[in-house]
């Protein structure tokens, strides 16, 4: 701009100096062209290269941050004396003619700076535009964080109330029992909900701040426990943590039976799981309980989905020509947790369910590109190699089970015999081995109906994968349970005889694995 504003002073000075004092070899030429200015073809009279005319000097305007251009005034003809001449050389009609000349210059000029002029207005404008949403939006965020700060510091002050003013709490003394759950993983604040959902705590808030000042709150296990309604929150947690709250928690043994089984020798008792359920399911000063009749009749419901049985076993189920004994096997060995407020088919539902997903869990469903069995089948081969073998021969008897039936060998267990005597030992009679059933495998072709005990996850891992051999018989042989494998029928019988010796098998009753 001082480079432009410089051109202009300069060209307006050299004008004037060419009207005071004209050359006589210059007249009639454009002050331009005297200079050796070239003009373009087609160019106005009047107007030089720049944007701007020599007799205009820019003007600086703060609110359109841009230079704004003034006409210079011209300088005041001198005075003329009257009657005196125009000067010498310069013809009064040429003066006329230079000044409408000068003057149509200076109309257009005027033109192309109101032009400017309302370019550099719109441009103001616009800038005055975006200071005023710049503005409004300074007032937004502005805005927005007073309600942020005031919102935080609501939420504070609600916080700090809450501390100030103690958690509602009951004062005692406890009520009737009630079950309260505790699931795998729960944090104390979940059981709190639990225990305020339940009645037994009069806030949440209560019993999380008596967990949290009591550090065998840590050791509490997932289970069921029973709990006085309208407790103080210190006394429910005193009673959570005391252990001897714990209801509803069984252990099922390997091998059992769903019903209770008598000793030949001893009359002894041999409690089965129903019986077991049973003793479980009571609590309460009152010992209010499931009995081993309901859940013996719960048992032999028609209504499979509702107990639990999944969908893999449904048809085995089905054909079991024994109601009462339709869901054997379908309780696995183990420890599990039951709700014992409710009614019989739930608790079965629950324990049924639970052992499904652990059976599933060993690969079950993909166990038959081994053996050839269906799952079913494959559960109730696992409760034969349970009932038949110890631990460490598992994987062999369940070959002998896979290699007999593959040949269409009777099986010939005596633990299929025993399965529906009331009574039983070892060794079996011949009248007991010759009743037909759909379980003694004396007697028929093939694997049982219905599993005939509840099988371990090792003797169902055993039958899901069974070592590698070609036996088909084996005996144990003494007392410390070693038990001998062969593929010879002569050999076994050869064991039979040492296994009689020893005194494991009366040798009166013929017997076989």
Known sequence: MTDRWARAEERYRAREADRRYPRRDDWGLDARAAHGDEQQA?????????????????????????????????????????GQRPAAGRPPDERGGRAKAAAGERGGRAKAGSSGRGERSRIA????????????????????????????????????MGRLTPAEDFAGPP???????????????????????????ASSAAFYEAAVRNSSMNSVQPGFYAVGVNSPAADAVATLVGGKSRVGNVTVSEGRLLHDKHDVGTGGRYEGIYRKIAQASCFGEERKCVTYEQLDAAGASPDLAALGVPEWAMQGVRDSPDRTRQLEGLIAAGTWDFDPSGTPEQILRQLITASVQRYESTGLLQSGATTGLTPYE??????????????????????????????????????????????????????????????????????PVTPIAAPSLQALQ????????EWLYFVTVDNDGTTLFTDNYQEHLRLVAQAQRSGILDSSRPYGG
Do not use: C
């Open 175 to 201: 009520g009737a029992l009630v079950v309260v759950a505790v699931h795998p993983g729960d944090t104390a604040s979940q059981i709190a909900t639990e225990m305020k959902d339940k009645g037994v705590v």
């Open 42 to 82: 087609g160019e106005p009279v009047g107007w030089d290269d720049d944007d701007y005319g020599t007799d205009v000097i820019p003007r600086y305007d703060e609110e359109a941050d841009a230079f704004v251009e003034q006409p210079e005034p011209e300088p005041a003809a001198p005075p003329r004396r009257v």
């Open 378 to 447: 494959t559960l109730v081969a696992a409760s034969l190699v349970e009932r038949e073998a110890k631990p460490q021969d598992m994987s062999k008897v369940a070959r002998v089970i896979a290699n007999r039936l593959k040949v269409e060998q009777m099986l010939q267990f005596d633990s299929t015999v025993n399965y529906t005597l009331d009574t039983t030992e070892v060794a079996t009679t011949n009248a007991d081995r010759a009743r037909v059933t759909a379980w003694n495998t004396y007697a028929m072709y093939g694997l």
């Open 125 to 160: 404008s616009r800038k005055a535009a975006e200071r005023k949403r710049r503005r409004r939006n300074l007032w937004v965020v502005a805005g927005v964080f007073v309600l942020l700060f005031v919102s935080v510091a609501g939420f504070a002050g609600y916080k700090l």
């Open 462 to 469: 055993a039958m899901e994968n069974p070592e590698p051999g």
